[in-house]
């Protein structure tokens, strides 16, 4: 058998959180040979909580868990962590500016970037989930002197998954009938899903939508609007935010970052940018990718149409106004 990885998570007493772990141990994420060490982070006050998560998890008696630690420091929760997901951020309450939510995570997330530099993993690859995630994921990244930028990446995986579901469906064939699907920008309501590259079954899903006419029918009307306002029409349904659906979205995102993507498609995930598709170098967005061994790779030559390009740079100018935000408090 393998050597136990270890797996920090924070918020571990959130509603993701709830629902993430119990996939972690029992091998979802790493695969059924890959034993787990965990590392539950918290706020003081969520500390109790937390500790009731751990007593779950151990009667649910997985094999793969080598066991669980809880904790309110971030130095010991990330000590020799080969894999951190950063799930707990500073939800925006009540007459709070988004300058305010910005300047609350920001020290969240500078702390924990300098936490891992200094006693996570050299190797370790790191996912926000956070919000605001693309650019908690920045901030991290920039604090964490010594850590390569690409070992950080935030969360678009859930949205991409959206898509993938809402393809699926409308063409009334499995999940697994559809590949190439993009998710574009930042992890928020200006998200651009993309289908331009598409294929259900092999044929050009513009085609199979009925809508081949770029921009026009189906995929704009409908399916554009309903994955960026998914999560709305969760929280109107249920009450509460995704929690089970973003939970998978991680599992999914790390174990196709170790394992790979399949064969002769690609995922969504949102790194920092090269500059490629003329996303302003060192933004972390989020671009198709090929995946194995930790590592990832845009991939390249794919065209855009006027509304992909468009919702694109909508979204980029987003991302460069919070990046400014951020500047301007001093955090970068
Ligand atoms: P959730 O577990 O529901 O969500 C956690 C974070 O994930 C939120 O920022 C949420 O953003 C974000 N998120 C990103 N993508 C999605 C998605 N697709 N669907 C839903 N959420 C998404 O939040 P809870 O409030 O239940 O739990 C957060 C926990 O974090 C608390 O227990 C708190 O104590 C803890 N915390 C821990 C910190 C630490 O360890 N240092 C720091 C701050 C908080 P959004 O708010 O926009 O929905």
């Known amino acids: 058998t393998t050597a136990p990885v270890t797996v920090a998570v924070t918020g571990a007493a959130g509603q993701i959180g709830y629902s993430l772990l119990p996939r972690i141990a029992s091998g979802a994420m790493l695969g059924p040979d890959t034993p787990v060490r965990l590392r539950l982070l918290e706020v003081p006050a969520a500390r109790a909580a937390a500790e009731g998560v751990a007593m779950e998890l151990d009667d649910c008696a997985f094999g793969l868990l ?4 809880v904790g309110d420091d971030a130095a010991t929760a990330f000590e020799g962590a080969d894999v951190a997901l950063l799930v707990g951020s500073r939800p925006r309450t009540r007459g709070m500016e988004r300058k305010d939510l910005i300047a609350a995570n920001g020290a969240i997330f500078t702390a924990q970037g300098r936490a891992l530099a200094d006693h ?27 850590l390569p930028a690409r070992h950080f990446s935030a969360l678009t995986r859930l949205d991409h998954n959206r898509a993938v579901a809402q393809l699926a469906r409308r063409a009334g064939v499995p999940v697994t009938a559809v590949r190439g699907v993009t998710v574009w920008g930042n992890h928020s309501a200006t998200q651009y899903p993309d289908l331009g590259a598409a294929t259900v079954a092999g044929r050009p899903a513009p085609e199979v939508v009925g809508d081949p006419s770029e921009g026009t029918g189906w995929v704009a009307g409908t399916f554009v ?13 249920r009450g509460a ?24 498609t690609w995922t969504s995930m949102a790194v920092v ?18 995946t194995r061994g930790g590592e990832w790779e845009v991939v390249p030559g794919l065209r855009l149409d ?6 694109l740079e909508r979204s980029v100018a987003e991302l460069e106004a919070e990046r400014e935000a951020v500047r301007a408090l001093g955090l970068l």
């Open 225 to 237: 609007p309903a994955v960026q306002q998914r999560g709305a029409a969760i929280i109107e349904a």
């Open 66 to 69: 080598a066991g669980v630690e």
């Open 306 to 311: 006027a509304a992909a390009r468009a919702g």
């Open 120 to 146: 996570a993993d050299d190797d370790v690859r790191v996912v926000v989930v956070g919000n605001p995630a693309n650019t908690n994921a920045l901030i991290a990244a920039t604090h964490a002197a010594g």
């Open 241 to 264: 935010s995704s929690a089970a659906s973003a939970a998978s979205a991680v599992v999914d995102h790390v174990r196709d970052w170790f394992l790979g993507t399949p064969e002769g």
């Open 273 to 290: 940018s090269d500059g490629a598709y003329g996303v302003p170098e060192g933004l972390v967005c989020s671009f198709p990718v090929t």
